[in-house]
């Protein structure tokens, strides 16, 4: 069909835009033996021949491909570094080694990876540039038990600890925000505690943004940020979903030892270990949704831009877009037909099904739902619901569409969409149809986008 095509190209040339490689090379130069970086109009500078060690260091999907641009620029003038990426997420580098591990559920090579990233810190001097490249997935890629071992406060939490709340957290329906908040008061690294390692060195940090809000201490937990939260506030996401019988112990434990004060808490604002460092946004969802944009308009639509901060549960967020795209082709409100209309964000599935998927699969399964209830049978209504990363939860795709096409072969192969939903099978369903949006790993990540094509 014309219309989904025309939605692969669009998201396609989203990618693109928020391709992080070229908005290295395209905004960070040598001028002499000065590094400067220019992102909106923001310039740092750094004089090379003012540090002895020039490290790149980071964690994240996109962080190979970020380190592979600063390779591009810099060349032999850095002395090494590291950088852990999922696997699939690879790029090929010369002079900064690449360790791949476990996401969304960490594992043994991402603690092995945290390990030499932290004793890399801890090298570091007053003599020492680091190049941090951080985009989203950090979190989960660099794990780093906390282990504290004082009077009155002996902890020492585990990998299976760390997986245990990472699984009890993805499957409540918290969002990014909360789940970074628990991790990074269970972490050495996280919440600003690199920065501490890293200390005296000075760093710029090029950070890709996977968050509403492009919160910088909330990307891959924040870790070159003070941190705003507490361990009140990692307790108050665990009761809130009721996860204190559902987390490992020793998780609930190191909390509530956090909460009587006898962990120190995260760096805070204005903590000197933060001084020297620069954090430099270089790219988010905004701008993924203004290139899909452009691309609709050089295809013939008229364009709307909702909004780049959707969040809530996947299934409602499907409600209010269908009830935009109903809008639009019944009485062109919002924009005129030919009409693309695009929303980027983050959303979230409560799980209670066994069944494989993940948040935009979800939500367009809940969108096919919408149409099926539809007066018209979904006609005229696209939809095409994706993770810019390539991954969509568990599984090797980004996405998936909806659309009265899609309806009508769920119907001829006697595909419940009820069903499906209620074991959260939104994969299985699409795959059937041959209608998931597949592009392998991206080698970015900012992020969801909600395409909308009416006609």
């Known amino acids: 069909m014309l219309e989904m095509d025309h939605l692969r190209q669009i998201f396609s040339a989203a990618l693109k835009r928020v391709d992080p490689f070229d908005m290295i090379v395209d905004h960070v130069r040598m001028q002499g033996s000065t590094l400067i970086a220019e992102f909106d109009g923001e310039r740092h500078e750094a004089d090379l021949n003012a540090y002895d060690a020039l490290l790149v260091l980071g964690a994240g999907k996109a962080s ?10 810099l060349g032999d003038r850095i002395t090494g570094g590291l950088v852990c990426v999922k696997y699939g997420h ?26 030499r990233m932290a004793d890399l810190a801890r090298k570091a001097d007053a003599k020492t540039l680091a190049l941090t490249c951080i985009s989203g997935g950090g979190s989960a890629l660099l794990p780093s038990p906390l282990i504290v071992s004082r009077p009155g406060a002996q902890v020492a939490l585990t ?14 329906g918290a969002d990014i925000g909360e789940i970074n908040t628990v991790r990074k008061h269970l972490s050495g690294l996280k919440g600003g505690r690199f920065l501490k390692l890293l200390s005296p060195a000075r760093s710029l940090n090029f950070i890709l943004s996977d968050v509403v809000g492009d919160r910088l201490d909330t990307i891959a937990s924040g870790l070159t940020c003070h941190d705003d939260t507490t361990f009140a506030d990692a307790m108050a996401v665990i009761k809130k979903y009721r996860l204190a019988t559902q987390a490992p112990r020793e998780v609930i ?20 270990v933060a001084a020297k460092a620069e954090n430099i946004l270089i790219g988010s969802n905004r701008a993924a949704l203004l290139a899909a944009q452009e691309k609709a308009r050089a295809l013939g639509y008229h364009t709307s831009a909702l909004t780049c901060a959707l969040t809530g ?7 209010f877009l269908y009830g935009v795209a109903r809008d639009v082709r019944n009485s062109e409100l919002l924009a005129r037909r030919p009409a693309f209309v695009v929303a980027g964000g983050e959303t979230v599935v409560t799980l209670n099904g066994p069944g494989t998927g993940g948040r935009n699969q979800e939500m367009a399964l809940a ?14 209504i696209h939809f095409l619901s994706a993770a810019t990363d390539g991954g969509d939860g568990p599984t090797d795709a980004a996405g998936a569409f909806a659309s009265a096409e899609v309806l009508r072969r769920a119907r001829q192969a006697g595909l419940s969409i009820e069903e499906s939903l209620n074991r959260n099978d939104s994969y299985t369903f699409f795959d059937a149809l041959g209608r998931l949006h597949k592009t392998g790993p991206t080698m970015t990540n900012v992020c969801d986008l909600y395409m909308l094509i009416v006609t």
Request: charged share 35%.
């Open 64 to 73: 190979a491909r970020m380190a592979k641009a600063l390779e591009f620029v």
């Open 90 to 115: 690879a790029e090929p580098l010369k002079r900064v080694e690449v360790i791949e591990s476990g996401h969304p559920t960490p594992d043994e090579h991402g603690v092995e990876a945290a390990r």
């Open 159 to 172: 990998l299976a600890d760390k997986q245990g709340v990472t699984r009890a957290l993805l499957a409540c």
């Open 253 to 272: 434990r190191a909390i509530e030892l956090g909460l009587l004060g006898r962990i120190a808490e995260t760096p805070k604002r204005g903590d000197p």
């Open 313 to 319: 549960e996947a299934r409602q967020a499907a409600k």
């Open 367 to 380: 969108f096919l739902a919408e149409l099926a209830r539809d007066e018209r049978g979904g006609q005229g």
